[in-house]
T-cell receptor, first 114, second 116 residues
Framework: AQSVTQLDSQVPVFEEAPVELRCNYSSSVSVYLFWYVQYPNQGLQLLLKYLSGSTLVKGINGFEAEFNKSQTSFHLRKPSVHISDTAEYFCAVSPRDQGGKLIFGQGTELSVKP | GAVVSQHPSWVICKSGTSVKIECRSLDFQATTMFWYRQFPKQSLMLMATSNEGSKATYEQGVEKDKFLINHASLTLSTLTVTSAHPEDSSFYIC????????????FGQGTRLTVV
């Protein structure tokens, strides 16, 4: 079984400040790791994913995440946020033998203030 | 590429009626599609895995007779909410797995269902 914990339900931050959204997971099998963003009343957009190889993954819109196997974490970071980054962010894992199936964390609401 | 279209984007129905939601992969073939449910301010919960040409696999606690899933072709899966009640009001989102890119599934825009 898998579970995903996003440690912060809400993260308020000022524009142009750095931000980190934290994600920890547990799984009895190997997994792929994902971060998605969701704007109100819309579907999900993939920000980035970790499949294998380099543990630092770069995604769209200036986001990056680092996979830490020993700490079972996959934290999302951005060095300078914009107002337009205000949205809900979801961390998710996908068992490697069940391609496409996703288990989501509870979500983190990022609120960027001017 | 990798576009998933979900229809309708929103629907209001009367209690006791049934509602069908469609999920189409527009530019790729999808042997597997997934249906998720999202309550306001909450995360997405997997309801079922839909495989083309076979019965869907439902997650624990999801009523298979209430949420009917059909995956008749490689590009279309449907979710029918039967005898809908107000507590079924939710945001339903589908995703489709590309045969040629097995590690990722692509999401539809979601359907907002309101049962009155």
């Amino acid at each position: 079984a898998q579970s995903v914990t996003q440690l912060d339900s809400q993260v308020p931050v000022f524009e142009e400040a750095p931000v980190e959204l934290r994600c920890n997971y547990s799984s009895s099998v190997s997994v792929y790791l994902f971060w998605y963003v969701q704007y109100p009343n819309q579907g999900l957009q993939l920000l980035l994913k970790y499949l294998s190889g380099s543990t630092l993954v770069k995604g769209i819109n200036g986001f990056e995440a680092e996979f830490n196997k020993s700490q079972t974490s996959f934290h999302l970071r951005k060095p300078s946020v914009h107002i337009s980054d205000t949205a809900e962010y979801f961390c998710a894992v996908s068992p490697r033998d069940q391609g496409g199936k996703l288990i989501f964390g509870q979500g983190t609401e990022l609120s960027v203030k001017p | 590429g990798a576009v998933v279209s979900q229809h309708p984007s929103w629907v209001i129905c009367k209690s006791g009626t049934s509602v069908k939601i469609e999920c189409r992969s527009l530019d790729f073939q999808a042997t597997t599609m997934f249906w998720y449910r999202q309550f306001p301010k909450q995360s997405l919960m997997l309801m079922a895995t839909s495989n083309e040409g076979s019965k869907a696999t439902y997650e624990q606690g999801v009523e298979k007779d209430k949420f009917l899933i059909n995956h008749a072709s490689l590009t279309l899966s449907t979710l029918t909410v039967t005898s809908a009640h107000p507590e079924d009001s939710s945001f339903y989102i589908c995703s489709a797995r590309d045969l040629g890119a097995g590690t990722e599934a692509f999401f539809g825009q979601g359907t907002r269902l309101t049962v009155v």
